[in-house]
């Protein structure tokens, strides 16, 4: 996938997106089919880019700072230029094949679901547990009954019920099914993530400690 002029962060975050696709699209398949099923890209896309960052975050690869710069710049700004930016779960897919500027739609919406979900149950478990405990335990399930996304999206669903202690299922349809974008509000639940109004910065506090309960 790399091209001869490529820099080296740029290589960095490829393989660490491509390697993580062996837990997320490999493991956890969206479908047993061998084309890629286009309503399950929020996830097999947005969550590895999720993790992509954290997991580069983790190493020292990039720095809290310039963390915060990627989530802000490539990632909420981009979707709120997007003019595309509120279309449906279907649209999108519709799209797909004929509109080159929506195929980075579900990269940037997947992402920003999967960190509300990430701040969500970190909230609701007081820091102890985040998104990757979530991960951990679909990934066993669905790696143990060779099952996929879309042969029991139901587990998904119903695993992430208990982890948010809310309706995962009311989210997803506001989110990720109708393509609502998310708010300031429904992300300002933890005292060391910060986000403006209209969600165009996210502030992360610079504690040794706050940053810690970042990297879960």
């Not at 699209?25 to 099923?37: L, R």
């Not at 920003?112 to 979530?134: E, P, R």
Request: aromatic share 14%; net charge negative.
């Amino acid at each position: 996938y790399a091209s001869p002029d490529i820099t080296l962060y740029d290589y960095q975050k490829l393989l660490y997106h491509e390697m993580m696709h062996c837990w997320i699209g490999i493991k956890i398949k969206s479908t047993h089919q061998d084309e890629e099923d286009y309503s399950y890209l929020w996830f097999t896309e947005g969550f590895t880019e999720y993790f992509t960052y954290k997991v580069m975050l983790q190493n020292g690869i990039i720095t809290v700072d310039e963390y915060q710069k990627i989530i802000n710049e490539e990632f909420f700004d981009w979707l709120e230029k997007s003019p595309f930016k509120s279309i449906s779960n279907q649209e999108l897919g519709e799209k797909m094949a004929t509109e080159e500027s929506v195929m980075q739609l579900p990269y940037k919406r997947g992402l920003i679901f999967a960190l509300l979900l990430d701040i969500k149950i970190k909230h609701a478990h007081q820091n102890k547990l985040g998104l990757a405990d979530f991960m951990k335990e679909i990934l066993c399930y669905y790696e143990a009954e060779d099952l996929s996304l879309n042969d029991d999206f139901q587990f998904f669903a119903q695993t992430c019920d208990r982890y948010i202690k809310g309706s995962f299922d009311e989210l997803f349809k506001t989110h990720i099914t109708k393509g609502v974008p998310v708010t300031a509000l429904a992300l300002n639940l933890l005292p060391y993530l910060s986000f403006s109004e209209n969600i165009d910065t996210l502030q992360i506090s610079p504690s040794p400690e706050d940053i810690k309960m970042l990297m879960i």
